[in-house]
């Protein structure tokens, strides 16, 4: 059974940092790309980044909104995924997905999200 | 960026009855798109991908249709299980967007 187990949320003032951390088990981590999605009140669903498989050297992408102030990366090991969030902003409040992607690049698995709260 | 326009916002409809929900991309995007479902409190779920093909486990009232610009979401006979949210992605070209979601209630 493929779960994806998002955790680390919280609440952070602006400026500061925090990591997400995503668990994944039931599939082969390393043939699949990752993505981060997440869901603010304002703007609805917005894609965050993706890391791609081990094929792609795990490349990555990003939002123009995340670019430069966040980072996603893996430990095979841990078959984790995690978002480092850097500079962040109250507009970064949101419920923070990971997702497994399909081959053809959409998320096919959602996890449960985990809530980040940027204020003062 | 792609633009995905959704449509309607929110819709109430009756238990069997047929329902229609409209995403309009800003450019081609062939047929790489998806839609989703989200019940109150779960994860979002696919429900069809690559425009009309059905995800696993997904019941065959759902169904997707279009290319290109143009697609629909359609739930065939409506049950008490489908009260949710649905939304479109467009998976053709970075940044991945999202439509703006669809709330379905049951009347």
């Known amino acids: 059974e493929v779960q994806l187990v998002a955790s680390g949320g919280g609440l952070v003032q602006p400026g500061g940092s925090l990591r997400l951390s995503c668990a994944a088990s039931g599939f082969t981590f390393s043939d699949h790309y990752m993505d981060w999605v997440r869901q603010t009140p304002g703007k609805g669903l917005e894609w965050v980044g993706r890391s791609r498989r081990k094929v792609n050297s795990y490349t990555t992408e990003y939002a123009a909104s995340v670019k430069g102030r966040f980072s996603i990366s893996r430990d095979e090991l841990r078959n984790s995924v995690f978002l480092q969030m850097n500079s962040l902003k109250t507009e970064d409040t949101a419920v923070y997905y990971c997702?497994?992607?399909?081959?053809?690049?959409?998320?096919?698995?959602w996890g449960q999200g985990t809530l980040v709260t940027v204020s003062s | 960026d792609i633009q995905m326009t959704q449509s309607p916002s929110t819709l109430s409809a009756s238990v069997g009855d047929r329902v229609t929900i409209t995403c309009r991309a800003s450019?081609?995007?062939?047929?790489?798109l998806a839609w989703y479902q989200r019940e109150p409190g779960k994860a979002p779920k696919v429900l069809i991908y690559?425009?009309?093909s059905l995800g696993s486990g997904v019941p065959s009232r759902f169904s997707g249709s279009g290319s290109g610009t143009e697609f629909t979401l359609t739930i065939s006979s409506l049950q008490p299980g489908d009260s949710a949210e649905y939304f479109c992605q467009q998976y053709s070209d970075y940044p991945l967007t999202f439509g703006g979601g669809t709330k379905v209630e049951i009347k």
């Open positions: 690559k425009a009309s």
């Open positions: 450019q081609s995007i062939s047929s790489w």
């Open positions: 997702t497994r992607d399909d081959s053809s690049g959409y998320p096919d698995f």
